[in-house]
T-cell receptor, first 115, second 111 residues
Framework: GAGVSQSPRYKVAKRGQDVALRCDPI?????LFWYQQALGQGPEFLTY????????KSGLPSDRFFAERPEGSVSTLKIQRTQQEDSAVYLC?????????????FGAGTRLSVL | GQQVMQIPQYQHVQEGEDFTTYCNSS?????IQWYKQRPGGHPVFLIQ?????EVKKQKRLTFQFGEAKKNSSLHITATQTTDVGTYFC???????????FGRGTSLIVHP
């Protein structure tokens, strides 16, 4: 596809349930970012991949959050034992190259609601 | 760590009025990017500023990067209803790959 694709678009989970969110970046994009966006806030950084290497995971809020990009393309963000405070929109963004000054292309996001 | 503050949080204008949002960083930036997010949508890249004192224009939008590379502004002349959305700045500094987003300014245009 032409853009960054995320699935599912909406996810409702019961507290304690595990969820997996998928991101399919633009083909050939080296860098991939995950963000969490709460209502009325800007995107908050979670983790960054350069190809298959997870170079920065400093934004992951707890050890319940795990991300992977095993073949350097599709990425999955997994949240174990979901809590109500995990409710947010999870955005994925990709950029063509590594390094600074790279334009990020965002997916439509996955809106996670934890009941 | 790096912090990026953005003001105002909300701005209501009548169609045709001008609008400005301001972005301030706690540290010197290597570059700053601006994004627009329509209601229910995702952030879309508008522009990137790299040089000290840089000014760029896109039709009715004017973007500035401060001389000290710690602040930036976006000015929209004669707003239209299509300008409605939240405008975010995102700054990168110190060779970091990770941009820090401001909280955003939500623009509401009344016809």
């Amino acid at each position: 596809g032409a853009g960054v694709s995320q699935s599912p678009r909406y996810k409702v989970a019961k507290r304690g349930q595990d969820v997996a969110l998928r991101c399919d970046p633009i083909s050939g994009h080296v860098s991939l970012f995950w963000y969490q966006q709460a209502l009325g806030q800007g995107p908050e950084f979670l983790t960054y991949f350069q190809n298959e290497a997870q170079l920065d995971k400093s934004g992951l809020p707890s050890d319940r959050f795990f991300a992977e990009r095993p073949e350097g393309s599709v990425s999955t963000l997994k949240i174990q034992r979901t809590q109500q405070e995990d409710s947010a929109v999870y955005l994925c963004a990709s950029s063509l190259a590594s390094g600074t000054r790279n334009i990020q292309y965002f997916g439509a996001g996955t809106r996670l609601s934890v009941l | 760590g790096q912090q990026v503050m953005q003001i105002p949080q909300y701005q209501h204008v009548q169609e045709g009025e001008d609008f400005t949002t301001y972005c301030n960083s706690s540290t010197t930036l290597s570059n700053i990017q601006w994004y627009k997010q329509r209601p229910g949508g995702h952030p879309v890249f508008l522009i990137q500023l790299v040089k000290s004192g840089e000014v760029k224009k896109q039709k009715r939008l004017t973007f500035q990067f401060g001389e000290a590379k710690k602040n930036s502004s976006l000015h929209i002349t004669a707003t239209q209803t299509t300008d409605v959305g939240t405008y975010f700045c995102a700054g990168q500094g110190g060779g970091s790959y990770i941009p820090t987003f401001g909280r955003g300014t939500s623009l509401i245009v009344h016809p």
